[in-house]
């Protein structure tokens, strides 16, 4: 059963802006240590960042609470390159998800400059 569906679009420039700023304080706040492990070595590297990160927006969305209640960092988007992509929840997001009932989250990303934009779909496996 679909718990929630969330979407989200995102400007290519927009991100690369905030890395170049502060490169390190952006990718600590927002990505995890094995995201990062997958991400940095992309080529080009802002558009598959961007899609993360509009991934990390889609999926609080379809959790229903938005960026506030859980962090960017406890929304981990593991993409390997030809895989589909998998979401792992902790903390507050994994709280959440366990008190709706959330037992998987479905994700597509895609970029084409200037945007980037992810669709997020999450499961129960009982109605709620």
Same mark, same amino acid.
């Given at each position: 059963?679909? *718990?929630? %569906?969330? *979407? ?14 502060? #490169? ?5 706040? %927002? ?5 990062? =492990?997958? &991400?940095?070595?992309?080529? #080009?590297?802002? #558009?598959?960042?961007? @899609?993360?990160? @509009? /991934?990390?927006?889609a999926v609080l969305k379809a959790l229903g609470c938005? &960026?506030? #209640? @859980?962090?960017?960092?406890? %929304?981990?988007?593991? /993409? &390997? ?5 998998? *979401?792992? &929840? ?15 989250? @479905?994700?597509?990303m895609t970029h084409e400059p200037p945007f980037a934009? /992810?669709?997020? *779909? /999450?499961? =129960?496996?009982?109605p709620v």
């Amino acid at each position: 059963m679909v *718990v929630g %569906v969330g *979407v989200d679009l995102v400007s290519i420039k927009r991100i690369e802006r905030a890395y170049r700023r502060r #490169p390190q304080r952006f990718c600590r706040r %927002v990505f995890s240590t094995m995201e990062l =492990s997958l &991400l940095l070595p992309r080529r #080009p590297l802002f #558009p598959a960042m961007t @899609a993360r990160f @509009a /991934a990390k927006e889609a999926v609080l969305k379809a959790l229903g609470c938005g &960026l506030g #209640p @859980a962090s960017w960092r406890e %929304v981990e988007i593991i /993409a &390997l390159q030809g895989k589909q992509p998998r *979401v792992q &929840l902790t903390g507050e997001a994994g709280q959440l998800a366990g008190e709706k009932g959330i037992t998987a989250i @479905a994700l597509s990303m895609t970029h084409e400059p200037p945007f980037a934009g /992810a669709v997020a *779909v /999450a499961y =129960s496996k009982a109605p709620v």
